[in-house]
């Protein structure tokens, strides 16, 4: 009966993290958009041709008055180039680059950014991806609108589309659940990481953090470690406005979410601090907070204290979760039933435990770039 108790306070103390987050009155002031400074969206395109024409369409058609696109490419596909220059051509506002074919042995992708930072006219930049597209055409605006005096990054929140299917709900159920846990905790001023989906940061940061410097060796990092490292109380904040948003395009196969989740999970092993760790550890906690339930129920015939405690802990926690997620679900745009909770809370275990069993048989070559044994052959 303790232990039962002991894992209800664990996980309820993990969903009341999220209050300050979902009963917060914090959005921005309206304020004239001459007050707003310049920004450079920056857009890392690789195999992307179903996805760029919409994108571009729809950053063109953004209500800013001082902004330029700046797309880096990586696929050096003729198609792709023809429809870059065709943009150029067509808007002053609009440039594009190419990595070389040479570059090795360091992120792309990260690459690419370092690239588009130094041919930047402006100095505050608004990042996206690809599969992105912002929900509204004062979304550039409502980002910028969240700077202040010393403000050097704003948090942005990617909405997953909520379509049919198990697999999808999961999946937009995870995301929510994500974007709810880094933004929560940096409105607590504590800062893990951010969403390279919907981010922007200042060129004075990237310049004092060294840009990504401490981790070109791996394949994810550019934005949860960028922001874990240069992230500080007072200069950084949060965006909550629709407009802000920015929404995946296509939904996801299971493999490739998958693939996401092993990805962030090399990277997250060099976040530092404790507060990662015990995120890690939630799932884990959840699950027992289960088994314990479930065996306390299962007691009926033998003691009805026990399963009455346990059926009510049970009832309490999943209707504090449902009312969290409820008004998470309204603020992000993201039609969750509360009735699917508990359903949605056993798979999501499942699927961290099959990527905790599947992480040490992942081939690091997907995922870490071999620049460190290269530096130890040459030295030997």
């Known amino acids: 009966m303790l232990f039962l108790l002991i894992?209800?306070?664990?996980?309820?103390?993990?969903?009341?993290?999220f209050l300050r987050l979902v009963t917060s009155s914090i959005?921005?002031?309206?304020?004239?958009?001459?007050?707003?400074?310049?920004?450079?969206?920056l857009l890392y395109a690789d195999d992307c041709n179903d996805t760029l024409p919409e994108m571009l369409r729809a950053l063109s058609d953004q209500d800013y008055?001082?902004?330029e696109v700046i797309v880096v490419n990586n696929d050096r596909d003729k198609d792709t180039e023809a429809l870059l220059n065709h943009f150029a051509a067509e808007?002053?506002?609009f440039y594009h680059t190419y990595i070389p074919r040479d570059a090795r042995y360091l992120s792309r992708k990260?690459?690419?950014?370092?690239?588009?930072?130094?041919?930047?006219?402006?100095?505050?930049?608004?990042?996206?991806?690809?599969?992105?597209?912002?929900?509204?055409?004062?979304?550039?605006h409502a980002m910028m609108q969240s700077y202040r005096e010393q403000t050097e990054i704003v948090l942005g929140y990617c909405v997953y589309p909520f379509n049919n299917g198990i697999t999808?709900?999961?999946?937009?159920?995870a995301n929510l659940t994500d974007g709810m846990s880094y933004l929560s905790s940096a409105l607590a001023s504590r800062f893990y990481r951010g969403n390279g989906r919907n981010l922007s940061y200042t060129r004075a940061i990237f310049e004092k953090a060294q840009g990504f410097r401490r981790h070109l060796n791996l394949v994810a990092g550019d934005d949860d470690l960028f922001v874990h490292e240069a992230a500080r109380e007072g200069n950084t904040a949060v965006s909550l406005t629709p407009d802000s948003f920015t929404r995946r395009r296509e939904?996801?196969?299971?493999?490739?979410?998958?693939?996401?989740n092993?990805?962030?999970?090399?990277?997250?092993?060099?976040?530092r601090g404790v507060l990662p760790v015990l995120l890690r550890l939630e799932p884990f906690v959840c699950a027992v907070f289960w088994v314990t339930a479930i065996y306390g129920i299962a007691h009926l015939v033998q003691d009805w204290k026990l399963p009455v405690l346990a059926f009510v802990l049970f009832l309490v926690y999943y209707g504090i979760k449902a009312w969290i997620y409820r008004r998470a679900s309204a603020l992000f745009r993201t039609p969750l039933n509360p009735f699917l909770l508990p359903l949605l809370d056993v798979l999501n275990i499942a699927e961290h435990i099959t990527l905790l069993l599947h992480y040490p048989f992942a081939k690091r070559s997907n995922y870490i770039f071999w620049v460190d044994r290269r530096k130890k052959e040459r030295k030997e």
């Open 168 to 173: 999808q709900k999961l999946i937009a159920y």
């Open 65 to 67: 008055p001082a902004f």
């Open 7 to 17: 894992t209800f306070l664990l996980v309820l103390v993990y969903q009341l993290r």
């Open 91 to 93: 808007h002053r506002n």
């Open 251 to 260: 939904p996801l196969t299971r493999a490739a979410w998958r693939q996401e």
């Open 110 to 140: 990260k690459l690419a950014l370092t690239l588009a930072v130094k041919a930047a006219h402006y100095d505050h930049f608004l990042l996206l991806e690809t599969d992105c597209l912002p929900t509204s055409r004062h979304w550039i």
């Open 262 to 271: 092993l990805t962030h999970a090399v990277s997250a092993q060099h976040v």
């Open 27 to 41: 959005r921005e002031k309206e304020g004239k958009q001459e007050d707003c400074p310049p920004v450079s969206v």
